[in-house]
């Protein structure tokens, strides 16, 4: 089914209050440098449950609350309503959030229903996810799309420069309390990520995420694929994964593993040699400092964890213990080992380190690289119309693209589950989607109805 979406207005909503001299200019953090300056897509879907109001009265009355809201909370999270200025800063001028209010004619059901996701782009404020952000770019852009049916969709673009998968969700979570009136709900949002972890102009370019997987970098057809784990699989995965290693494998380790796994044997599949592999995951370092740092900390506050898996250790329960033991190199310690000014120095010794793995020999190895945005209480959203029916972080589309082999992990609305987005060019693609291994425990493009067993609307 296509998908029609009138534009009905395009505006900038201002803080309510200004943003006082002292902060009119946000520095970044050396981590914020580490990141690419793209704009992280992310989609909320609510189902309509006030079916006593008439379904215009009721797009009215959220529409000027949602502005509203919006309002105050630019207010807290000041920097989202200035512009970016440079690499290193942002301008807290108080220009305001893009905002656009879209309509759709037709139920918000009949899209759920669907496998086929492509239509999630529409429902974002840009013609493309991932844009890449400019001097003089917008923070923050947001459009709400609302449904015949009285169901709605909030799609926002929230620029990488400050805004990592636990940020963004601290700011959509701090909107929904002030929209609901509970402000004593709304995340009390810091920004001191560069007293944390202050930047330098001699952070060096190579050391960013970029140029570490520039060997990797190449023109051709990516098309998406999202791939659904329930809670009996993802259990008997933890079964089939265990070992004297790793005796409790977590939900996202072993679904790692098993694309990991899968995509692999696609790559022999087409190339005829089982290559090496570089594996990362993007690890939060927020609750690994000690002590930990808030959860409503806003920037950036992301590694990189890598793992070079060999032709021989393509097995589930080697590829669980190789992710683990990755990650867990994030520590305490590790994270101690980058605060204050010499912090950024040894940053990024330690990405040149990962980089140091293949030694330049890219065209030897294969790359996949996850981000997970699992636990982090998405699903726990509300605006004031209960919990989302859906949320995606992605959209599903084919187009030509440079950064393939990428995975990003999200629950189901049980909880759960995991829901991957996976990113492939379309000639691995093809063969993912027929491995048998791969199909014995996920579920390819289910509707996102499916997902939930009762709906009310």
Known sequence: MVMVVEIVSKEFIKPTSPTPHHLRTHLLSFLDQFLPSIYVPMVLFYMDQERSIPAATSNSRRSQLLKESLSETLTLFYPLAGRIKDHLSIDCNDEGAYYVEARVNHPLREFLNHTDSSYVSQLLPAEATWTATTAGGYIAMIQVTTFACGGISLGAF???????????????????????????????ANFDASFVFPQSVAYPRE???SALFSPFLKKGICRSMRIVFDASAIDLLK????????????????????LCKCIMATFKAKSGIQKSTLITHAVNLRQRAVPQFSKHSMGNFLCMAAALVRANETGLDNLVCHLRKAIRKADGNFVTALLGDGGWLKFSEYIKEIGKEWNGEAGEIDFIGFTSWCNFGLYEIDFGWGKPTWV???ASTKSEAVFMNTIVLMDTKMGNGIEAWVFLEEQHMVMLEQNQELLAFGNLERSPLSLKVDYSV
């Open 392 to 394: 995606t972080c992605t």
């Open 207 to 209: 050391a960013t995420l």
């Open 158 to 188: 929230l620029s990488h420069i400050i805004f990592d998968g636990p940020a963004a969700t601290t700011f959509i979570s701090s909107w929904a309390a002030l929209t609901r009136k509970c402000g004593e709900e709304a995340g009390s």
């Open 239 to 258: 079964v089939k994964t265990a070992s004297s290693s790793v005796r409790d494998p977590t939900r996202v380790e072993v679904v790692s593993a098993l």
